[in-house]
């Protein structure tokens, strides 16, 4: 995986990945943050929790300092804020057990980011053609050829069996499978086209799933509530329970809040 993110093809897969989650992680708040593999991408840059860790999950990787079994993380449960996994299923030997284990170390609310790689792309097929060249005694590999893809709705099912609620997702990088970087610039155009008529048929996606538990209810911080009765704020009978992240994205001013 390496060698190939060196190439043209993988230095414009890591730019469209490295700007979708500089703006993904950038409002996500909380404490602890970790990236699980792929050290060649900084997905943890833009964020602003105060604990950070980039983690390899294979030995040598990246030259990394730490490695960590993606199956058995060394974390307590509902320890971490935001887990990110570039292409981590893909290469994992068990990607039900990564998933399960990622849930366990989330807390409520956690959000987990993933990448992957789309089968059912341009990309994708010249990867299935390649297998069968090699049934014919050929060896012509595009993408690198440990792992295997994980489709984006089959992911979507996996994060519901585990009570994730998948948040958002987006697809990039239309270009056609070409190793040539003077290739790669001419058929710049298929981007802002793919995003408009064929969205789900990019090279790559990156998907936010949601934590859930049900039943639970999210409670503001103490303070909040002896200000307000300090204020003496009078209720309207006609406003309802505010998230206790409204604040965040300026939709509630803080004068109005009970």
């Given at each position: 995986?390496?060698?190939?993110?060196?190439?043209?093809?993988?230095?414009?897969?890591?730019?469209?990945?490295?700007?979708?989650?500089?703006?993904?992680?950038?409002?996500?708040f909380?404490?602890?943050?970790l990236?699980?593999?792929?050290?060649?991408?900084?997905?943890?840059?833009?964020?602003?929790?105060?604990?950070?860790?980039?983690?390899?999950?294979?030995?040598?990787?990246?030259?990394?300092?730490?490695?960590?079994?993606?199956?058995?993380?060394?974390?307590?449960?509902?320890?971490?804020?935001?887990?990110?996994?570039?292409?981590?299923?893909?290469?994992?030997?068990?990607p039900?057990?990564?998933l399960?284990?990622?849930?366990?170390?989330?807390?409520?609310?956690?959000?987990?980011?993933?990448?992957?790689?789309?089968p059912?792309?341009?990309?994708?097929?010249?990867?299935?053609?390649?297998?069968?060249?090699?049934?014919?005694?050929?060896?012509?590999?595009?993408?690198?050829?440990?792992?295997?893809?994980?489709?984006?709705?089959?992911?979507?099912?996996w994060?519901?069996?585990?009570?994730?609620?998948?948040?958002?997702?987006?697809?990039?990088?239309?270009?056609?499978?070409?190793?040539?970087?003077?290739?790669?610039?001419?058929?710049?155009?298929?981007?802002?086209?793919?995003?408009?008529?064929?969205?789900?048929?990019?090279?790559v996606?990156?998907?936010?799933?949601?934590?859930?538990?049900?039943?639970m209810?999210?409670?503001?911080?103490g303070?909040?509530?002896?200000?307000?009765?300090?204020?003496?704020a009078?209720?309207?009978?006609?406003?309802?329970?505010?998230?206790?992240?409204?604040?965040?994205?300026?939709?509630?001013?803080?004068?109005?809040?009970?």
């Amino acid at each position: 995986m390496e060698d190939w993110l060196r190439t043209a093809p993988g230095q414009y897969l890591l730019a469209w990945e490295q700007q979708q989650l500089d703006r993904i992680v950038a409002d996500l708040f909380g404490f602890h943050a970790l990236q699980l593999g792929l050290r060649e991408l900084e997905g943890l840059r833009s964020n602003r929790m105060p604990h950070r860790w980039t983690a390899s999950t294979l030995p040598g990787e990246g030259q990394a300092a730490l490695v960590l079994d993606p199956t058995a993380l060394p974390f307590p449960e509902q320890s971490l804020d935001l887990v990110i996994l570039p292409h981590t299923l893909e290469l994992s030997a068990d990607p039900h057990a990564t998933l399960r284990e990622v849930e366990r170390v989330l807390v409520p609310e956690g959000r987990v980011v993933i990448c992957g790689l789309n089968p059912a792309s341009l990309w994708g097929l010249r990867q299935q053609r390649a297998h069968l060249y090699r049934r014919m005694g050929f060896e012509k590999w595009f993408l690198p050829q440990a792992g295997e893809f994980i489709g984006y709705w089959r992911l979507r099912d996996w994060l519901r069996l585990l009570s994730f609620e998948v948040e958002g997702g987006r697809f990039g990088c239309y270009r056609p499978a070409v190793d040539s970087e003077r290739w790669l610039h001419r058929f710049a155009w298929m981007d802002p086209a793919g995003d408009r008529w064929w969205p789900i048929f990019g090279a790559v996606y990156l998907l936010v799933g949601v934590k859930r538990v049900p039943g639970m209810r999210l409670i503001g911080p103490g303070w909040k509530t002896a200000r307000a009765r300090g204020a003496q704020a009078v209720p309207s009978a006609s406003s309802g329970r505010v998230s206790p992240f409204a604040e965040f994205n300026g939709s509630v001013p803080p004068e109005s809040k009970e």
